[in-house]
């Protein structure tokens, strides 16, 4: 049966979400101490009534940049200037799409996600008009698009596979998405979309 979902809805679904440990795949010991904060906007538009999409983006391939070509959700590490990773997310927003902040309400905050570049990733969902205008920096962001969440909520969309994780001869769990618009999320993006599909009330791996 299909959700039916309204902006309140969401908000007050995120409120009661209790926010627990950092969500940490890794066996202990595999990343270092001190991991580097950071934070992404998981942007939710409404592209008809009661159509809920992500909005997500595909990197800019880089030689510099391990996780260049992927697809992912605006964000980065806090810069020094940020008052919060709050205000991170909605920079990185900002600078990557060229969304205002003022545009952006905030529906709230999901537990952290260690990352094996040892980042402590912190996501906010938050809601845009739509349609939105867009300006890519193309420094960083090939493209952007959207999906369904009731496609990214059908477990017949995505699979969960064990991936080796180098010099430790551990296997990890990730989940991995079939292809969408030639676009393929997995990874890191793909746990925190199912942590706020299941947040949601949708029946998956959240």
Excluded: K
């Amino acid at each position: 049966m299909r959700l039916v979902l309204t902006e309140p809805i969401i908000r007050e679904r995120i409120s009661r979400y209790p926010l627990r440990t950092v969500d940490n795949p890794y066996p202990p010991r595999f990343l270092g101490e001190d991991a580097i904060p950071a934070a992404v906007l998981a942007p939710l538009v409404q592209v008809a009534e009661g159509d809920w999409h992500l909005l997500y983006i595909r990197r800019t391939r880089r030689r510099d940049d391990p996780h260049s070509g992927q697809v992912a959700f605006p964000g980065g590490r806090r810069e020094p200037g940020d008052t919060d990773l709050r205000a991170t997310a909605l920079r990185e927003a900002g600078e990557e799409l060229g969304i205002d902040p003022a545009g952006v309400r905030i529906l709230g905050q999901l537990n952290p996600h260690l990352t094996i570049s040892n980042h402590r990733v912190t996501p906010y969902a938050g809601c845009l008009d739509w349609p939105c205008e867009l300006n890519c920096q193309p420094g960083e962001v090939s493209r952007a698009f959207t999906i369904p969440l009731d496609w990214l909520a059908d477990p017949r969309n995505y699979q969960c596979l064990e991936r080796p994780l180098p010099g430790s001869g551990a296997r990890i769990a990730m989940i991995e998405y079939r292809a969408f618009d030639g676009e393929t999320l997995w990874g890191l993006t793909a746990r925190m979309t199912q942590r706020l599909l299941g947040v949601l009330g949708y029946d998956c791996g959240g």
